[in-house]
């Protein structure tokens, strides 16, 4: 899923931004754990800020959501695919997923694809390589 932000980098995405906030709740239980014992801050502070990233997450989450149902529901690429059109799916886990995707990349710019496209495609390798369990396909 790869709907864009209003953002300043078009290049960020909703999952993006869960992502990040996912993340940053894990730092913030990490940090403000050693805050409290260290007086900087309350565990009511805490557990407030805490609970803000939650809140921020889960928004994102109900609109990444979102965005995936319509995907989902023909709204999306895949919508403007023929019911009848042959489709070919590469997961992340894939071990030859983010260079074959990069090779259609390369040949996409060659081919005169517009360069928002080719740059999505791009980006999607690179998300594809931090990938945390990668094997061959099953």
């Not at 996409?108 to 061959?136: H, I, N, S, Y």
């Amino acid at each position: 899923m790869r709907a864009k932000s209003k953002a300043a980098d078009d290049s960020i995405t909703t999952m993006d931004k869960l992502r990040c906030a996912l993340r940053e709740i894990g730092y913030r239980k990490h940090v403000y754990k050693r805050r409290v014992a260290d007086g900087w801050m309350t565990e009511a502070q805490a557990k407030r800020e805490i609970a803000l990233m939650a809140a921020i997450a889960e928004d994102y989450r109900a609109q990444a959501t979102q965005e995936l149902e319509k995907w989902c529901h023909g709204q999306g690429v895949l919508g403007k695919a023929a019911d009848d059109e042959p489709l070919f799916i590469l997961r992340a886990q894939d071990c030859f997923a983010a260079d074959l995707v990069e090779k259609w990349a390369i040949w996409a710019r060659a081919g005169g694809t517009p360069p928002d496209k080719v740059q999505e495609a791009f980006m999607l390798v690179e998300e594809m390589r931090r990938w945390r369990k990668r094997k061959t396909p099953d």
